[in-house]
């Protein structure tokens, strides 16, 4: 078997499925959140920026990371994103 870095340790590693494609829902926030190489996936993402144009990558969408390129914190993306989540569950 390769050895793929990172990615061998990445959560989605199994069934990356919407992680590639599509919006960033709850379930795959969690999953990166509770993913051991969420900084080295966003990290790639990040620097791919090509590569990167849509999915998920370290639990941030396309906008996110356009604006973690200009400056603003992961940390403080991320939080915000539990925080939008979190609210659509209070709601439902």
């Keep these: 078997m390769a050895d793929l870095g990172w990615k061998s340790d990445a959560a989605c590693r199994e069934d990356p499925g919407g992680h590639w494609d599509g919006p960033l829902l709850p379930s795959m926030f969690e999953m990166c ?21 849509c999915g998920v990558w370290g639990g ?9 390129r200009r400056g603003e914190e992961p940390s ?9 989540f979190s609210q659509q569950r209070m709601i439902a």
């Design 33 to 53: 959140m509770g993913c051991e190489v969420r900084w080295e996936c966003l990290m790639a993402g990040l620097k791919h920026e090509e590569r990167s144009d």
């Design 60 to 68: 941030t969408t396309p906008e996110q990371r356009k604006s973690i």
């Design 76 to 84: 403080d993306v991320w939080d915000a994103t539990f925080r939008e």
